[in-house]
Structure formats: structure tokens, C-alpha cells
């Protein structure tokens, strides 16, 4: 029996997502509700000259079209294991990733946020920053970190 009814998955097609992934399926054991979710970033016109060439209307479209398969995806993923996800494509809209992760945990009333963590330490973790790390600091529910083995 899990204790868990509502479980949150943010993904974003990296293998340490798909291990959060497959913790989160296996903890729903057929049981839990789960939600999928994939937060587009805002990608910003850079006003250098190097860059005019750069269609960002273009850009911002593929990297939609890449959040929508990666939750394909996932969804059938979830579907192979015997059960059913609802998926969301979120656009960060200016906030932080983790933010939008958080907020959309607390609307949609999850129990638990399962998801990956590249366990960065030291420069990288400081130049790179940390999704996970921010769900951590400010999220309401438990968080479950999946490592990258």
C-alpha cells in the first residue's frame, strides 16, 4: 500500500529524470495519481550582433516541441508499467524553474515531488545552479531526489 496519492514528476529528458521517473512509478504502484510535468524556459533575444541572425520565434518553438515529446514519452512510459499520467508542458514565464515546480505541486495538491538531482557540488554546482536543490528550499510536500548513479 502507498502512502502517497498524488504524485508530482518534473522531467526534462535527462536520465537522471527517467530514473525519478521510474522511482515515481514504482512508489504509485498502480495505486497513486501521476502528474508529469515539463517546464518550458523562457529563452531571451540576446541584443548582440552577433546573434541578429537568430530566430528566437523558431527557437522557442523547438524547444516547445521538445518538452511535448519528452512527456510523450514519459506518459508511455507510464502507460507500458500498466498505468496512466497526466502530462503538463508549463512555461516558466519569467519565474524560476523550481518556482513553477512548486507552485504547480502545491495547485495540484501533490502528496510527494519525486525528481532528479545531479548531485553537483562545489564550482558547478554554483555556476550551473541546482532545480532540485530550489524545490528543496522552498517546496510544502515531501521531495523524494533521485541521484544520477
Do not use: N
Request: charged share 25%.
Amino acid at each position: 500500500m502507498t502512502i502517497y496519492q498524488r504524485i508530482l514528476v518534473p522531467i526534462d529528458g535527462s536520465v537522471t529524470s527517467e530514473r525519478a521517473l521510474q522511482e515515481a512509478i514504482r512508489l504509485a504502484d498502480g495505486k497513486a495519481q501521476l502528474r508529469l510535468i515539463y517546464v518550458l524556459e523562457e529563452i531571451f533575444p540576446l541584443d548582440t550582433e552577433g546573434y541578429a541572425f537568430i530566430d528566437y520565434a523558431t527557437l522557442q518553438e523547438a524547444v516547445r516541441h521538445t518538452g511535448e515529446r519528452t512527456l510523450a514519452q514519459a506518459t508511455e512510459k507510464v502507460r507500458q508499467s500498466g498505468m496512466t499520467a497526466e502530462a503538463a508542458l508549463l512555461e516558466a514565464s519569467g519565474e524560476r524553474i523550481a518556482s513553477v515546480i512548486k507552485d504547480d505541486a502545491l495547485h495540484w495538491q501533490a502528496d510527494l515531488i519525486v525528481i532528479g538531482t545531479h548531485g553537483r557540488s562545489g564550482l558547478s554546482r554554483l555556476l550551473l545552479g541546482s532545480v532540485a536543490e530550489g524545490v528543496v528550499r522552498g517546496a510544502s510536500v515531501p521531495i523524494l531526489l533521485v541521484r544520477a548513479e
